[in-house]
C-alpha cells in the first residue's frame, strides 16, 4: 500500500508526458503551420517535460510563439512539479516512517531533527498541506528565475537587441538555465556570447543553483549565514557540487590542452572559461558552447562520469545524484579505515543508506548499459558518441555529440525519449517505492559470509 | 600491523614480475637471439605473471625455447602462487579475526563452519601448514591441467601432428586455459580448430574450471555430491558463473546475427559455438577465434561488462569477481523487498560485506576510468577499442581489439601493464589490508541521514 503515491506519481508525469506531445504535435505548434511529426513531438514533449534538452527539431526556429510558449510552460511544470514530487517522495524515502510523517518537511530540511533525533508526529506536514509546500517550491523557483532575468536583460540590451526581444530571450534563457534544461532561444545559441563572461557566468550561476534541489534552498533560505545550522544533506550536496565543478574544469583544461578543434588553441583565460563552463553543465544544464563531437574522446569519457553523478536530489538535475555518489565514496573510506560506520561532517551515516545508494547506481548503470547496446545494434554509431547520447538523456543533461538528430531512427528516437523518462522519475520513484515497501519478517536465517572482490 | 601480510605479498608479486621481465630481456629468451627492447619485455612479463594474455610481441614466433619455458613457468608461478596468496588473504578478508585465525582454511572451505557460526581457534590452519596449502593448490593445478592434456593430445594427433609438437602443445593450450593466461602456442592460434566442438569446449571447461576459484575446489573435492553441504560462496560462484555464460553466450549470438565480419552468417551450429566460446572467454580466459576488432560495438560493449565482473574471488581470473557482482544484485533485491537483510540460498549476508564489495567495485570503475581517459588522451584511439583493452587489462582477460600492439606508444605500454598488475593484485589485497586495519572506537557519532538518489 505505502508504494501507492509512487505508482500514482509515474502515472500523473506520463500523462503530462502525452499531453505536452499532443500540444507540440498539433500545426498551431509548429512555425510553418504544419504538424510536427508524431515520433519528433512526442521525443521533443519527452525532452522538454523531463528537462533534458536533446533536439532532434531546431527549437530555435521549429516553433510557433505558441509552441514557444507550451515548451516555456512544459519546462517549467516538469521542472518545477517533479521538484516539488521529488522533494515529497525523497523525504518518504530518507526515512522509513509513517504515511503521515512521510508528508513532512522536517526531515533534512528541519536542522532541529539533526540535533535531536527522529521528528515528533506533531511536526509532520499533513496532507493538506501539500498545497503550501507546491507554493513554497513554486515561489522560490520564479523567484530565482526572475534574478537570473535581471542580470541577463541588461546584457542583451547592450548587445543591441530591441527590448522587447531582449526580455524574450532573457526570459527564455533564465528558464532554461534555471530549470537545467539547456534548450536555446536562438539559432546562434551560445556563438554570440561565447567569449563573454557576463553572460556565461550568469548562466553557469543559475544552472549550479537549479542542480542543488529543493531541500538545499529550505534550509538555506533559513540559515544562509549559519552554516552549523545546515543538515548533512546541504553540506554533502554543495561541497560535492563543488568538488565535481572543480575537478571537471580542471580535468578538461588539461585534456583539451592545445586542441584546435575546441578551445584549446586560445588565449588560457578563455580556456579556463570554456572548461569550466562544461564542467557546470555536464552535471546536467545542458548548455554547450562548442560542438561537443569535435571534442578529444577523454573529455567525452570524462563529461560521462559526470553525466551520470548528476546534481543534488530533488533538483532539476538528473543522474544518480552527488549525495549517492557521496556515499558510496564514504563507504570505500570507512572500509579503508576500519570504522564501523560511514561519517562526514561529525555525523554517523546508517549504513542502511548505503544499500539504497547500490540500488539507485545499479539501477542507472544498468538501464545505460542496456540502452547502449540496443542502440549500438541499431544505429552502428560509434561507442563515444552512443554512450554519451545515452548518459545524457539519462541523466537529463541534453549535451549531445551529434548522435541525437533530426535523421536518427524511428526506434531509436523513442528509445531515447524512455531513456529520459526513467532518469528522470526514475531513481526518485524506484527509491521511494522500494522504501515504502518495507516488510516485518518473523524468522532468521543462518548467517554466512561469501568471499568477495 | 594487520596490513604487513598484504603489502608484503604486494611487494613479492612486484618483485616476480621485475624477475620475469629480466629473464625475458635476455637474448637467450628470443628466437633471433637479439635482446628484446625492455619496454616489450617488461609488458609481456607482466602479463604472464598476472596471467593476462595481452601481446606486444608475437608469442608463436618471438621466443626461444628458453623464452617459452620462461613463459609457461612464469604462468604457473603467478596462477599458483597468486591463487594461494589469494586465498589466504580471501579468507583474511572474509572475516575480521585475529592472526593465527586469519591462516586457516576452515571459513567458507569448511562447510561446519556454516551450520555452527565462527570457527574455534583450535581448527585454524597454524603458520606451519601454510606449506601445505600450498602443496594443496599446486596439486590441484596440476591435476586439473593433466586432465585438460589428456583431452586435447589425441585431438592434435588426429590433426596429424607429431607426437612431440602435439605434447607441447596440447601442454601449452592446457596450461594457458586453466590459469586463463590465454597465450596460444602457434602463429594460427585457434584458427585450425575454429569450427571444431571437440578442441574449442575442452578449452572452454578448462577456462570455466580455472575461473571457479581455490576456495571452491577445495570445497567440490570433498562435498561434489552433495550440493548440501556446499558453502554458500560455492553456491554463489557457481551459479553467477553459469548465469553470466549463459546470457552472454545468448546475448552474443542476437546481436552478432548477420554480421558476416564475425560469425553471424554461418550455420547456426556454429554461430552458437562461437557465442557461447566468446561468453566463456570474456569473463577472463582471453582465447579468441575471431578478430575481435570486426565484432559488432554492442558485442565489444557487452564484453567489457563480462571482463570487467571476471571469475571467481582467488582464482585466476580477475575482474570484480562473480561473488561481488552477486552482492551489490542481493542488496538492490533486499532493498526492493523491503528486507532487513541480503539473502541468497537460504542465508543471511551480513551487510558490511555490502561495503567490501561496494569498496572493491568503485576502485576497480575508477582505476579503469582513470587509465581509459588517459590512453584517450595519449593514443587518439576510439573509445570502443581503449576502454576495452583497458578493462581486458585490468581483468586480467587477454582480449584484444587489436589496440594493444608492437606499435604502441611506450607509456601507453607501462600503463597497460601497470593496470593488469593492479587488477592482478589489486581487489584481493586492497580488500584484505583494509580488512586488517579494522579500529575501535570509543566514541559515537550523532546520526543522520541525507537523501540520495
Ligand atoms: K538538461
Ligand atoms: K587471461
Known amino acids: 500500500a505505502g508504494s501507492y503515491p509512487a505508482r500514482f506519481a509515474i502515472f500523473v508525469f506520463a500523462g503530462l508526458n502525452l499531453l505536452f506531445a499532443v500540444l ?4 498551431w505548434a509548429a512555425a510553418d503551420g504544419q504538424a510536427t511529426a508524431p515520433i519528433d513531438a512526442f521525443f521533443q514533449a519527452v525532452s522538454v517535460v523531463c528537462v533534458t534538452g536533446l533536439t532532434v527539431v531546431d527549437m530555435a526556429t521549429h516553433w510557433s ?21 521529488a522533494s515529497l517522495l525523497g523525504m518518504t524515502m530518507a526515512r522509513r516512517l509513517g504515511l503521515r510523517q512521510r508528508l513532512m518537511a522536517a526531515s533534512d530540511t528541519n536542522p532541529s531533527r539533526v540535533r535531536k533525533g527522529v521528528v515528533k508526529e506533531g511536526q509532520a ?32 540590451l547592450l ?7 531582449a526580455l524574450y530571450e532573457s526570459t527564455y534563457w533564465s528558464i532554461m538555465a534555471f530549470t537545467n534544461s539547456g534548450f536555446m532561444p536562438t539559432v546562434e545559441g551560445l556563438a554570440p556570447y561565447a567569449t563573454d563572461p557576463w553572460f556565461l557566468i550568469v548562466l553557469m550561476l543559475g ?6 534541489g529543493f531541500p538545499v534552498y529550505f534550509v538555506l533560505l533559513r540559515h544562509l549565514g549559519r552554516p552549523r545550522q545546515w543538515s548533512l544533506h546541504v553540506k554533502l550536496t554543495i561541497s560535492v557540487s563543488i568538488m565535481l565543478f572543480l575537478a571537471g574544469g580542471l580535468v578538461y583544461l588539461v585534456l583539451e590542452w592545445g586542441n584546435a578543434d575546441s578551445w584549446g588553441t586560445r588565449d588560457f583565460g ?9 564542467s557546470s553543465m555536464a552535471r546536467s544544464g545542458g548548455f554547450a558552447i562548442d560542438d561537443l563531437g569535435l571534442l578529444h574522446n577523454s573529455s567525452l569519457l570524462v563529461t560521462d562520469m559526470l553525466m551520470f553523478v548528476g546534481g543534488g536530489s530533488a533538483s532539476t538535475a538528473g543522474g544518480i545524484k552527488v549525495t549517492t ?17 560511514m561519517e562526514a561532517f561529525d555525523r554517523r551515516i546508517p549504513s542502511d543508506v548505503l544499500r539504497l545508494a547500490v540500488s539507485v547506481t545499479l539501477w542507472s548503470a544498468t538501464i545505460i548499459a542496456t540502452v547502449t547496446v540496443v542502440l549500438l545494434e541499431i544505429t552502428g554509431a560509434p561507442l563515444s558518441f552512443v554512450l554519451f547520447d545515452v548518459i545524457s538523456a539519462f541523466g537529463t543533461v541534453g549535451l549531445s555529440t551529434g548522435f541525437t538528430h533530426q535523421g536518427l531512427e524511428d526506434s531509436a528516437k523513442v528509445i531515447l ?15 521511494a517505492a522500494l522504501a515504502a515497501s518495507q516488510k516485518t519478517q518473523l524468522f532468521t536465517r543462518p548467517e554466512e559470509r561469501p568471499i568477495v572482490g
Chains 1, 2 share one sequence.
Do not use: D, W, Y
Open 159 to 165: 548587445a543591441g537587441k530591441e527590448p522587447l526581444a
Open 125 to 156: 506536514i499533513r496532507l493538506g498541506e501539500v498545497g503550501g509546500l507546491l507554493r513554497i517550491v513554486a515561489l522560490s523557483v520564479l523567484v530565482f528565475e526572475a534574478a537570473l532575468i535581471v542580470l541577463l536583460f541588461p546584457r542583451l
Open 207 to 212: 544552472v549550479f543553483t537549479g542542480s542543488l
Open 24 to 27: 507540440l504535435a498539433t500545426p
Open 417 to 431: 525519449a524512455l531513456t529520459m523518462f526513467a532518469g528522470r522519475i526514475g531513481s526518485v520513484t524506484l527509491a
Open 325 to 341: 555518489l557521496a556515499i558510496l565514496f564514504l563507504a570505500a573510506v570507512a572500509e579503508a579505515r576500519g570504522r564501523k560506520s
Open 270 to 278: 578563455q580556456q579556463v572559461l570554456h572548461a569550466f563552463f562544461l
Open 65 to 85: 510563439p505558441f509552441g514557444n510558449a507550451v515548451v516555456m510552460i512544459g519546462v517549467e511544470v516538469g521542472g518545477i512539479g517533479v521538484l516539488t514530487l
